[in-house]
């Protein structure tokens, strides 16, 4: 059999110049069972559309998608009076913080008018140098010995743990 005119249909085919009724005839000819060796890569482009026409979605099909698709849960939140106004509270929180910051920073530049720097002003509240000399020193002492004590109070505390550390070993 000679296959030159279904070989010119389907180059017309290609080139989109073929009527709905040489499109017929190629599909009916792809549709036979003998067709030739070197037209048949063209095959599945022809039968494609009368097998996907029997190849239907089931009658499940609408009920198998709806199984998989997980319906979406929705936890409803309940909001009391403090929740429905905390960003307020938020927002009144960070403006407090910004005046009082700024509060801060116009004594920090401005307090230097109202300190007193006059020396000459200034009274000794000693007569006498040896007194004042000594009142320092008590002072100092006492500093020391609280500092002393804090310091063997933490030797001890490390002292403490490190038998913890032994004993757990």
Not at 13 to 20: A, D, G, K, V
Not at 41 to 48: G, I, P, Q, T
Not at 148 to 164: F, L, M, T, Y
Request: charged letters at 30%; one cysteine or more; proline letters at 2%.
């Amino acid at each position: 059999m000679d296959y030159k005119y279904i070989e010119q249909l389907l180059e017309r085919y290609w080139q989109c110049e073929t009527s709905l009724e040489e499109e017929s005839e190629l599909r009916s000819f792809f549709s036979e069972e003998e067709v030739p060796a070197h037209l048949l890569r063209y095959k599945d482009l022809f039968v494609y559309q009368a097998v996907q026409q029997e190849a239907g979605l089931g009658e499940d099909f609408d009920e198998r998608i709806l199984a998989q698709v997980e319906a979406p849960v929705v936890k409803a939140k309940r909001l009391t009076m403090v929740g429905r106004f905390m960003p307020l509270f938020k927002a009144a929180a960070v403006i407090a913080l910004i005046l009082s910051l700024g509060n801060v920073a116009q004594h920090t530049f401005f307090a230097d008018e109202a300190l007193d720097y006059n020396y000459d002003a200034y009274k000794d509240t000693y007569d006498d140098p040896e007194v004042a000399y000594k009142q320092v020193s008590s002072a100092l002492m006492m500093v020391s010995e609280g500092i002393n004590k804090s310091q063997d109070q933490i030797a001890g505390d490390s002292v403490k743990v490190e038998s913890i550390r032994v004993m757990k070993e």
